[in-house]
């Protein structure tokens, strides 16, 4: 693990918290989920379930979640079977690299990236093979040539994330497309990080590649109740896909944490089966903190591509003479008493892709709309600095 010292978002956070700067860096909301939600999560502490549960998760979670797989995007996956339940979306793409990726195996990721792929590729003694997503005046998007050219006959595994942090992009029904017949004819496995499933703007929807013809079988999906609940601390997270594979998952899984969650499950379970409009209103809510985000870095002199999907926006600020993100983010707080997190961090240091990102810098507008609104009353301070 030499190379993953700590990352840049703990000094990030660390700078926000000793200037007193508003935190638009790392991305968790500052407002907790849904009543009913933490209700039920503290009467199941008092009904006494506190201790293990099964390795594969409770059963009504795991029914829940294959509920949920049906309902919004018709899915079909076998709860006994095809579910697991694990410590947050973050263990459940470790446990599936570890169990599916060999030493020397590669790996291909979309860059930026999530910064804990690298590491559980890393651990695991795979090969990560980089292809960077391409900038375009609208948003970012596959690179049908350059992901043609990352396979070979070493690659074993796909890790895709739509909706995408850090760049906000929901990727198309075509460049799934195009990710599905890749690893089709190269045998590979997708494993997607679906965390911000319900987070889709504009009326699009969010398009699972586990639905695309003959993915289901080769697909691990991902997912987890910190962005859909706004409980990033409670690390429940799930993935569905074919019994051999999940059982591969479920192997690892059970001596890294062997479960954990024990009374948040139950709870999730019954979030998960809230009405469509509780999905809608996540949805609507951030859309609108989306767009006073986008206005207030705009009217800062910032350029920006609107992002389809997630919580986080992409902004260049060299409109306003900066071309470099990680001094900027250095900087941001004594300049705007406002901090963001340079997307160069999502990219492997010195890679093609780190150059394409260098200037750019990711703000999160999961918070409330006074902190957003105050963070773009500030960095308006940038014009004249
Ligand atoms: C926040 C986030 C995660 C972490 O999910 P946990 O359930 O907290 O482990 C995973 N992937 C992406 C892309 C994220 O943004």
């Given at each position: 693990?030499?190379?993953?010292?700590?990352?840049?978002?703990?000094?990030?956070?660390?700078?926000?918290?000793?200037?007193?700067?508003?935190?638009?860096?790392?991305?968790?909301?500052?407002?907790?989920?849904?009543?009913?939600?933490?209700?039920?999560?503290?009467?199941?502490?008092?009904?006494?379930?506190?201790?293990?549960?099964?390795?594969?998760?409770?059963?009504?979670?795991?029914?829940?979640?294959?509920?949920?797989?049906?309902?919004?995007?018709?899915?079909?996956?076998?709860?006994?079977?095809?579910?697991?339940?694990?410590?947050?979306?973050?263990e459940a793409v470790a446990a599936s690299v570890l169990a599916l990726c060999e030493p020397g195996d590669e790996v291909i990721v979309l860059e930026p990236a999530y910064d804990a792929y690298a590491a559980a590729i890393a651990l695991a003694g795979g090969v990560q093979r980089s292809v960077p997503l391409r900038a375009t005046a609208t948003g970012f998007t596959v690179d049908a040539d350059a992901l043609r050219a990352a396979f070979s006959e070493r690659t074993r595994l796909l890790l895709l994330n739509t909706p995408h942090n850090p760049t906000g992009a929901v990727l198309t029904a075509a460049e799934l497309a195009v990710v599905a017949e890749l690893a089709a004819a190269h045998d590979v496995v997708v494993v997607t990080d679906e965390v911000y499933e319900h987070l889709v703007y504009d009326g699009l929807r969010h398009l699972p590649i586990a639905t695309l013809p003959g993915m289901a079988e080769r697909t691990l999906t991902v997912s987890s109740a910190g962005k859909t609940f706004s409980v990033t601390g409670w690390k429940v997270g799930w993935l569905t896909g074919p019994a051999d594979l999940v059982t591969a998952v479920r192997t690892v899984k059970q001596f890294v944490t062997f479960s954990g969650g024990a009374p948040f499950q139950p709870a999730v379970a019954r979030a998960l089966a809230l009405p469509d409009a509780f999905f809608a209103e996540l949805a609507g809510d951030h859309q609108r903190r989306r767009d006073l985000l986008c206005e207030g870095l705009r009217a800062a002199g910032f350029e920006v591509r609107v992002p389809a999907g997630s919580y986080f926006v992409v902004a260049d600020p060299r409109p306003l003479g900066f071309d470099d993100?990680?001094?900027?983010?250095?900087?941001?707080?004594?300049?705007?008493?406002?901090?963001?997190?340079?997307?160069?961090?999502?990219?492997?240091?010195?890679?093609?892709?780190?150059?394409?990102?260098?200037?750019?810098?990711?703000?999160?507008?999961?918070?409330?709309?006074?902190?957003?609104?105050e963070a773009v009353e500030r960095l308006q301070r940038l014009r004249t600095h």
């Open positions: 693990m030499q190379g993953f010292g700590p990352t840049i978002f703990a000094e990030m956070s660390a700078l926000a918290a000793r200037t007193g700067s508003l935190n638009l860096g790392q991305g968790f909301p500052d407002s907790d989920g849904p009543s009913s939600l933490l209700e039920d999560a503290v009467d199941a502490i008092r009904a006494g379930r506190n201790q293990y549960p099964p390795g594969s998760g409770e059963p009504e979670l795991l029914a829940a979640v294959a509920e949920h797989q049906h309902r919004f995007h018709g899915l079909a996956v076998d709860p006994a079977t095809e579910v697991l339940v694990t410590t947050g979306a973050t993100g990680t001094q900027l983010c250095r900087r941001l707080p004594e300049l705007a008493g406002v901090v963001g997190v340079p997307v160069s961090a999502f990219c492997t240091p010195g890679g093609e892709a780190a150059a394409e990102v260098r200037p750019l810098v990711r703000f999160t507008f999961c918070k409330r709309d006074a902190v957003l609104s």
